[in-house]
């Protein structure tokens, strides 16, 4: 530090006038503040003039001020201080500093009774109040502006908020005393007090003090719409205060208080009858307006005695009772009498308690003798909706208040599903635990409620024991439990599962551990192995970590609705995990599918389901993190989140819908890997390809066409992310019977044949580029090449496709035909019987469909048939797929028409096939009239790549016949037991292959 000045006494009035430059000032080794680190720098300039504080007025300027704490450094812009004297003797002091104090205080006072002065003022509220002897004459009125820069430094525990203000007056002639105190925001000691306004005005006659908050906010609970009046009469303090609680406002509060003071000169806050309403339910304080209900206390805070402070609603009672003389003697009385545990108990969206509660709880302190007892009962307790029992608890303390025992059982009719015994014991102010505890089919149920909407119906019925030890924050709990009738549901999936009886559980420290466990879905009955753990903290904030690995297991059953971004029903052959926290689950699967599935992808309302934000407004935090580089990768969702990463087998059915109300879309089955990566939020990506092996295309335009392609084999889709950019390569095929003499404009021929129309499906799946194409396979390739002539424009091929798909028939140059609208009736019609009739399962398919007849002019009429299509597999050895068709309205309405093949697979292997069909004969020229073939035939199958693997399979068995031969002869033979047995190891694999029956594709490995 620096000094540079002058200072004269030799005056009446001595002045000072010098300059300071403090370069390092640690205020803790001044004792100026505890804080460890407490440094202060700046520049001070004093100009001023008196002999005492009393009588001094002057300049103090301050620049360039640092002041530095455990906190942090603080640096201040230039902070004076202004005092004048006028003749009277009335005094102004200004402060100016934009970061600390802005304001003044004027007045006629004395320094050393400025203290007393406040006192008397807040005391003057009080008719009773004996004000502290202070020299008359004395007043002052203040205005400040306080910043919260100065209070974070010396109270680091406490911020105020910007624009708070504090004025007012004060006389001590009339004691008169007046205060506005205005303040958006105080936070103090983990308390949030909002929008505070505070008015005392000691001549009031219809108020004193007026105190109003918008919010009180503290982790237990919060209040909101805080209000205080206070009116003095005769020797009383009298308050009315109202405000709101709970979360949401729902809890009610009118309290109706007073104070004064005893002959004892002790202090008295008494409460008159008061209201407040919990959970709809209303309370009374003091309901019968008796003179107790009153808590005294003398001046210095450490004397209090409690006189029977009763709360009531109806027939339930809550007293408290007791006295605390200094800090050796206690002795306080809680006493709960039929009380609804549900009416004070807080509002928990995990757990919501039922029942009736009596309990007594004392605490008696004399000296170093302690006598804490607690006494609880619990009729008829009931949690999450599951009724358990009657609860009994008992706890007593020894004389040190360290250690306290513990007995607690729950008796559910004549069976006791829970007993807890032992003691805990409190240590350096931490409480350890070392109990036992005892289950006989306690019910899960009061579990219920933990999953949220990730999970739920958690049930079943635990017993078994356990024992608890160690820190209360963090205990140690060892056993091993039972679980009957266990399960829960995942309501996401639309899949429930269940345990099997006498699941063992085993706890360890924090965590309930499954070993090997089986899982059973409740549907289907489909079965998993269950491996992992569920761990808690303190019976709270509950965490998953499961692997489920299964051959065949349900793990989706969900239908169409409106948000859906896939459902349908899915098994799975592979593994399964599941982690993270109950309200935010992360599913992920790696498998393949199992038979019988059926995954349903509606992509035109992916994008109603995606994340897709185009404004989004930065809260505080994420500004913050921008500014100091952080990246935020905490999940901005709560639920459940999937990632299926599934091999598609053909065994599964895949249906990509790309019009919900239409129905235009495709399904089949195939072969393909998809990874999906989807939450409850709306998000909805997918990768992977998926190759067609069979399949229909929906074909939906206009709202006219309704036709079903079959899908050529070895298509494919692809995904790359977003689901409405996946690439399409795929043909599928539309077979029908046309005339294709309109074509080549020859009237002679009045002939239909079939046709088959490929349409070529390439680009985005939201936008696709279809191409079609048209094939005859019973034309000759003479009269086929001139058909393809006349359809080699790409234009010309998408009208007559069209028209084709709308008109059952190829469109003329004389336009459009009275058949061809017949035609669009008959489809109407036969749609119509067809729903009613057909079938659509594995054993038996039927569609019915009429095919019109031409009626062009200069064309012969042919018969209109009505044909129908059938698809059977009687058993796993007769199949039975053809057309059948039956001519009407024309010239010959007898005969029996269309194709048809019944196949009968000789053995169980399927390789040796019989089959008999009848077939329309190729079309040759024009004009050829249409024949039938009847035939009967045999097949073999064999698979083989190379001709050497061909003669192995035929040969097989005379090698085999003469290996064993020669084995059988000679006894003396030196060949290995591993060689003897590679023989038969080797037929044995050969009788186990899986012949491939139905034309699969292969899995590959």
């Known amino acids: 530090m620096t000094f540079n000045g002058l200072v004269d006494l030799s005056q009446k009035e001595s002045k000072y006038d010098f300059h300071i430059n403090v370069e390092n000032a640690d205020f803790h080794k001044l004792k100026f503040v505890k804080d460890s680190i407490s440094l202060f720098k700046g520049d001070v300039a004093v100009q001023v003039s008196g002999n005492s504080i009393e009588n001094l007025f002057g300049d103090i300027i301050i620049k360039k001020t640092s002041y530095q704490n455990t906190k942090g450094t603080y640096n201040f812009d230039d902070f004076t201080i202004n005092s004048t004297l006028d003749n009277n003797q009335v005094r102004n002091i200004a402060f100016h500093s934009p970061d600390i104090v802005e304001g003044e205080i004027i007045g006629k006072f004395q320094f050393k009774q400025l203290k007393n002065l406040m006192i008397n003022s807040l005391g003057s509220?009080?008719?009773?109040?004996?004000?502290?002897?202070?020299?008359?004459?004395?007043?002052?009125?203040?205005?400040?502006?306080?910043?919260?820069?100065?209070?974070?430094?010396?109270?680091?525990?406490?911020?105020?908020?910007?624009?708070?203000?504090?004025?007012?007056?004060?006389?001590?002639?009339?004691?008169?005393?007046?205060?506005?105190?205005?303040?958006?925001?105080?936070?103090?000691?983990?308390?949030?007090?909002?929008n505070i306004r505070v008015k005392i005005d000691n001549k009031n006659p219809l108020y004193n003090a007026y105190i109003e908050l918008d919010s009180i906010k503290n982790k237990h609970y919060k209040i909101r719409d805080f209000s205080l009046i206070n009116v003095t009469m005769k020797d009383t303090l009298f308050f009315r205060s109202?405000?709101?609680?709970?979360?949401?406002?729902?809890?009610?509060?009118?309290?109706n208080l007073y104070h004064t003071i005893n002959k004892d000169n002790n202090n008295v806050v008494g409460i008159s009858k008061s209201e407040i309403k919990l959970k709809d339910y209303l309370w009374y304080l003091n309901e019968k307006e008796e003179p107790n209900n009153q808590i005294v206390f003398d001046k210095s805070f450490k004397n209090f005695k409690f006189d029977d402070i009763l709360m009531s609603h109806e027939n339930q009672e809550i007293s408290f009772m007791g006295e605390i003389k200094g800090s050796t003697y206690k002795d306080l009385k809680l006493k709960l009498k039929d009380v609804d545990l549900n009416q004070i108990t807080p509002t928990d969206p995990k757990f919501t308690f039922n029942g009736n509660i009596n309990a007594d709880v004392n605490y008696k302190q004399n000296n170093a003798i302690y006598q804490p007892t607690a006494s609880i009962k619990i009729d008829n307790l009931n949690i999450n909706k599951t009724d358990l029992g009657n609860l009994n608890l008992d706890i007593v303390g020894d004389e040190s208040f360290k250690k306290f025992t513990v007995n607690a059982?729950?008796?559910?009719?004549?069976?006791?599903?829970?007993?807890?015994?032992?003691?805990?014991?409190?240590?350096?102010?931490?409480?350890?635990?070392?109990?036992?505890?005892?289950?006989?089919?306690f019910n899960l149920g009061i579990l219920s409620s933990l999953g949220g909407d990730v999970l739920s119906k958690i049930r079943g019925f635990t017993s078994g024991s356990a024992t608890i030890s160690g820190n209360l924050k963090k205990p140690e709990i060892n056993g091993r439990l039972y679980v009957d009738k266990a399960g829960m549901t995942i309501p996401y999936l639309n899949v429930d599962y269940e345990l099997s009886d006498r699941t063992i559980v085993d706890l360890t420290d924090e965590k309930f551990i499954f070993r090997n466990n089986t899982l059973t879905d409740t549907k289907y009955s489909t079965k998993g192995i269950l491996n992992g753990s569920i761990s808690h903290n303190v019976f709270s904030d509950w965490k998953l970590d499961l692997t489920i690995s299964s051959k065949r297991l349900l793990v989706l059953d969900t239908k169409d609705h409106e948000d859906a971004a896939y459902y349908g029903i899915a098994f799975i052959n592979g593994n399964a995990t599941i982690k993270g926290p109950t309200d935010g689950l992360f599913i992920k699967v790696d498998a393949k599918s199992d038979k019988d599935s059926s995954l349903k992808i509606p992509i035109n309302d992916a994008e109603n389901v995606s994340e897709n934000d185009f404004i989004h407004f930065l809260t505080a935090k994420e500004k913050y993190n921008i500014k100091k580089g952080i990246v935020d990768n905490s999940k901005k969702y709560k639920g459940l989140e999937l990632e299926f990463d599934l091999d598609i087998t053909p065994n599964a059915e895949v249906e990509v819908i790309l019009d919900r109300i239409s129905g235009h879309g495709m399904k089949g089955r195939g072969n393909g890997t998809l990874l999906f990566k989807i939450n409850t939020s709306g998000k909805f990506n997918m990768w992977g390809d998926f190759q067609a092996y069979e399949g229909t295309y929906n074909f939906k335009y206009g709202g006219i066409i309704d036709r079903k392609f079959d899908v050529k084999k070895?298509?494919?889709?692809?995904?790359?992310?977003?689901?409405?950019?996946?690439?399409?390569?795929?043909?599928?095929?539309?077979?029908?019977t046309a005339n294709p003499a309109v074509l080549l404009d020859n009237s002679s021929f009045n002939k239909k044949v079939p046709v088959e129309l490929v349409i070529g499906v390439r680009g985005?799946?939201?936008?696709?580029?279809?191409?079609?194409?048209?094939?005859?396979?019973?034309?000759?390739?003479?009269?086929?090449?001139?058909?393809?002539?006349?359809?080699?424009?790409?234009?010309?091929?998408?009208?007559?496709a069209l028209y084709l798909l709308s008109s059952g028939s190829f469109l003329s140059p004389e336009g459009v035909s009275q058949s061809d609208f017949s035609r669009s009736l008959f489809d109407t019609a036969a749609n119509m019987l067809g729903s009613i009739i057909k079938t659509n399962n594995d054993k038996f398919m039927v569609d019915l469909n009429i095919i019109t007849a031409d009626r062009r002019a200069g064309g012969v009429t042919d018969s209109n048939r009505f044909v129908a299509s059938i698809s059977s597999k009687l058993n796993e050895r007769f199949t039975i797929n053809g057309k059948l068709g039956v001519p009407f309205g024309g010239i010959n309405e007898t005969a029996v028409v269309g194709d048809l093949e019944i196949l009968y697979r000789v053995n169980e292997d399927g390789t040796l096939n019989l089959r008999m069909f009848n077939k329309e004969n190729d079309i040759s020229y024009i004009g050829e009239g249409i024949g039938y073939t009847q035939g009967i035939g045999v097949s073999y199958e064999v698979d083989f790549d190379t001709f050497k693997e061909l003669a192995n399979k035929f040969f097989k068995n005379i090698k085999i016949e003469k290996a064993t031969t020669s084995n059988a002869v000679d006894q003396d033979s030196s060949i290995s037991p591993e060689l003897m047995n590679s023989s038969k190891s080797n037929k044995q694999k050969l009788q186990n292959q899986t012949i491939n029956q139905e034309g699969i594709v292969p899995e590959e490995d």
């Open 409 to 441: 059982n729950v008796q559910n009719e004549s069976v006791e599903s829970f007993n807890a015994s032992g003691n805990f014991e409190i240590v350096n102010k931490e409480t350890i635990l070392d109990l036992k505890l005892e289950l006989d089919k």
């Open 764 to 800: 985005d799946l939201a936008s696709p580029e279809p191409d079609f194409n048209f094939e005859f396979p019973t034309v000759s390739n003479v009269l086929k090449s001139e058909i393809q002539y006349k359809l080699n424009d790409k234009d010309v091929r998408q009208t007559q």
């Open 242 to 255: 109202e405000f709101k609680g709970g979360t949401k406002g729902e809890d009610y509060f009118n309290l």
């Open 714 to 736: 070895g298509g494919y889709i692809s995904w790359e992310g977003d689901p409405m950019k996946a690439r399409l390569n795929l043909e599928a095929i539309y077979k029908t």
């Open 125 to 194: 509220l009080y008719t009773n109040y004996k004000p502290i002897k202070v020299n008359k004459g004395q007043f002052l009125k203040f205005n400040f502006t306080i910043y919260n820069k100065i209070v974070e430094i010396f109270y680091p525990e406490i911020a105020i908020g910007s624009n708070t203000f504090v004025k007012g007056n004060i006389n001590s002639d009339n004691q008169e005393f007046k205060l506005n105190f205005n303040s958006p925001q105080i936070v103090a000691f983990e308390n949030t007090f909002d």
